[in-house]
DNA sequence: CCGGGAGGAGAGGTCC
DNA sequence: GGACCTCTCCTCCCGG
């Protein structure tokens, strides 16, 4: 039988005990996600860094990297509103 | 803390009230000046917010308002860039 | 061409009218708002040039106007985090 | 054509060729990391849900998380102020 | 579908 | 004058 079962007082105890420790370990693993996360980010950055180190337009490249991303559909629709927006505002005024 | 600020006001009672009034009167007025700035953000943002509720993209109203606040020439050439490396990726690849 | 068809183009030509010089207007006032948070931006930097010209550090004035402004929301984050604390624990809900 | 000018294109050629295999391997560097980081965002998500499953509040608990990456930061910050308050009166120098 | 929060891109400042 | 780096702003995504 069980410690909690046996005293009704430290049942509550018991169970703030729990919900702490698994507080702590969900926080914990969250921030062992995030620190490996963090490192990906930093390994990405360096990667432009090697990019621009050897001539590469980083802002490009970005821009490029986004677009192979994501779908061709959304992309264009995006570009039809600007146009529209830019013919309604008289195209010169880029 | 306030010990040691008083300590230091004895210390060089003159020359450090003076620094401290102009310090004083410079920070309040880079305070009031950001302040104003802030209430201009603000107001920009509302703007936008008022463009959505009419119905346009403010995403793209956003890219040709950037659009217009720069140069032809290093847009093309960006645009440029951007072409040349989906080139060499094989400008399917988007 | 039919009047019902010419109908249809007057009104979507109304319609198309209308929204452009309604996203004239809104362009206006965005750039209009942009100019003048530039022009405080400029008065900014004057403020510091001044500070700097009366021996001031730059640096650490503008460090010291960061604070300023970070150190109540730091103080409020602060003091809420005993709160979140007993949300995360569950204390509040099921 | 002449010899040097042909020389020259062959060279031009080269490293063209050179630059888009440069500029693929970094394409599918980056790609592959993202991926990596989009990888484990997705297993922070679920530890989350997890939380969620086990009773915890998780906008509480992201709260936490937050501001335990941010403590070490501001209280740095806070003991550096008056340091600063010090540069800023112009005791060090200009 | 909206608002808030997290992440990324761009702008500005500092240092060399 | 250029590169790095911080900071603000914009964008995207999740949760409600």
């Known amino acids: 039988m069980s410690a909690v079962a ?8 018991d169970a703030s005990s729990f919900a702490k420790s698994q507080l702590r370990a969900l926080v914990e693993r969250i921030e062992r996600l995030e620190e ?17 180190a050897n001539g590469f337009d ?12 994501q779908e061709p559909a959304e992309r264009q629709e995006f570009e039809a ?3 529209l927006y830019r013919d309604a505002l008289g195209i010169g005024g880029n």
């Open 6 to 13: 046996k005293k009704k007082e430290s049942a509550s105890a």
């Open 36 to 52: 490996e996360k963090k490192a990906l980010a930093d390994d990405i950055r360096e990667v432009y860094g090697e990019a621009k």
């Open 58 to 69: 980083t802002k490009a490249l970005r821009a490029v990297v986004r677009m192979r991303g």
């Open 81 to 83: 509103i600007v146009e």
